[in-house]
């Protein structure tokens, strides 16, 4: 089992915006990342200290957080953009961790 | 940007071990700590267990309890993760994640294959 609850799938049309939530008790008291995974790849950060975007990653990522919900937004969806997302938490150490069970984004 | 390079990937035989390394380079710094992933096939990310190697502290999850073993060594920029007792269901992708200033860095990940 996960410590972090996540959709097991969202959909959207391409130019949509999709919004994956990640619900834990321990989401208000330590940093949330995101992470965006193809099928055979590593996992690729695309947030993280909740709203922090790595400079590589699209404008259209977005991170936020409202209590024990975390929220990424994708903005004007593209083909690319469908994948696994899988969020995680850690405290400001850097350990441990926790996982959501992870959202298969599909773009219709 | 902090790049990691894990070492390749293995096959195994039921009760054996694996060591896994992982070797940062660049913008590396003194103040990080090193976690260990797994992923099984079409399954989900999985934390086994880290190091604060500057405090020298590990931290493992009840899963691997006296199976995992994660060292760091300063003077090479290298970490490992040992696991031991092997079974089938260790069949996975493990991967490391250097985390420095609560910005985590991945390494590639290494295929581990059980099989008698």
């Known amino acids: 089992s996960y410590e972090l609850t996540q959709p097991p799938s969202v959909s959207v049309s391409p130019g949509q915006t999709a919004r994956i939530t990640c619900s834990g008790d321990?989401?208000?008291?330590?940093?949330s990342y995101w992470y965006q995974q193809r099928p055979g790849q590593a996992p690729v950060l695309v947030i993280y200290?909740?709203?922090e975007r790595p400079s590589e990653i699209p404008e259209r990522f977005s991170g936020s957080s409202s209590g024990t919900t975390v929220i990424l937004t994708i903005t004007g969806v593209q083909a690319e953009d469908e994948a696994d997302y899988h969020c995680?938490?850690?405290?400001?150490?850097?350990?441990?961790?926790?996982f959501g069970g992870g959202t298969k984004l599909t773009v219709l | 940007q902090v790049h990691l390079v894990q070492s390749g990937a293995e096959v195994k035989r039921p009760g054996s071990s694996v060591k896994v390394s992982c070797k940062a380079s660049?913008?590396?710094?003194?103040?990080?700590?090193i976690s260990w992933v797994r992923q099984a096939p079409g399954q989900g990310l999985e934390w086994m267990g880290g190091?604060?190697?500057?405090?020298?502290?590990?931290n493992y999850t009840e899963n691997f309890q006296g199976r995992l073993t994660i060292t760091a060594d300063d003077t090479t920029n290298t970490a490992f993760m040992e696991l031991k007792n092997l079974r089938s269901d260790d069949t996975a992708t493990y991967f490391c994640?250097?985390?420095?200033?609560?910005?985590?860095?991945w390494g590639q990940g290494t295929q581990v294959t059980v099989s008698s």
């Open positions: 200290k909740d709203t």
């Open positions: 994640a250097r985390v420095q200033m609560a910005i985590p860095f």
């Open positions: 321990v989401l208000p008291d330590h940093y």
């Open positions: 190091i604060l190697p500057l405090f020298r502290i590990t």
């Open positions: 995680q938490s850690a405290d400001s150490s850097g350990v441990p961790w926790v």
């Open positions: 660049g913008g590396t710094s003194y103040t990080y700590s």
